[in-house]
């Protein structure tokens, strides 16, 4: 049996202002999606490249208006594909950068304060995901299996 398996690997960033106790988010049309991410954008990591490098398109975010220095390394999100492959975001954090945010073609993107993110609608996930990334002692987000109406969620 063979060890391998088909994985998509993305990235996630969440950009963080300390000074103001602020982070991105960015709208999706319901028209599109109906949800709200707590990033610039979630990008695919291409072939051959680190996946901080892939940050990249994060980083040079000239539509957005944002360039992020130094992102560290928070966590993964990972789950089983119904194909038998596996989902896995690398999940980032940036809390130096520069420019000034603006919205683009890309989406609306706008700087929420923390203490107002759960009165925001959000995607299904994002609270719990947004606490592993900020828990210096938890990594790893993992939906081990399908529920009924959800996924079961486990936060190690």
Do not use: H
């Not at 539509?63 to 119904?82: A, F, R, S, Y």
């Not at 304060?113 to 606490?131: G, R, S, V, W």
Request: hydrophobic share 35%; proline share 4%.
């Amino acid at each position: 049996m063979s060890r391998s398996q088909l994985t998509i690997l993305t990235n996630i960033c969440l950009i963080e202002d300390l000074e103001t106790q602020r982070v991105v988010m960015q709208y999706r049309s319901p028209e599109n999606q109906s949800l709200v991410w707590l990033c610039l954008s979630r990008r695919p990591c291409r072939k051959w490249r680190v996946f901080r490098e892939s940050l990249s398109f994060v980083k040079s975010m000239k539509k957005q208006g944002l360039t992020i220095q130094n992102p560290q390394l928070v966590g993964i999100k990972n789950w089983p594909l119904d194909t038998g492959g596996r989902y896995i975001v690398v999940c980032y954090k940036a809390t130096e950068f520069s420019g000034t945010l603006r919205s683009s073609d890309e989406g609306e993107v706008s700087w929420v304060q923390k203490d107002q993110i759960t009165n925001l609608d959000l995607a299904y996930d994002m609270l719990p995901l947004m606490e592993m990334m900020e828990a210096p002692d938890k990594s790893e987000f993992f939906y081990p299996r399908r529920t009924e109406d959800d996924w079961e969620k486990k936060i190690f």
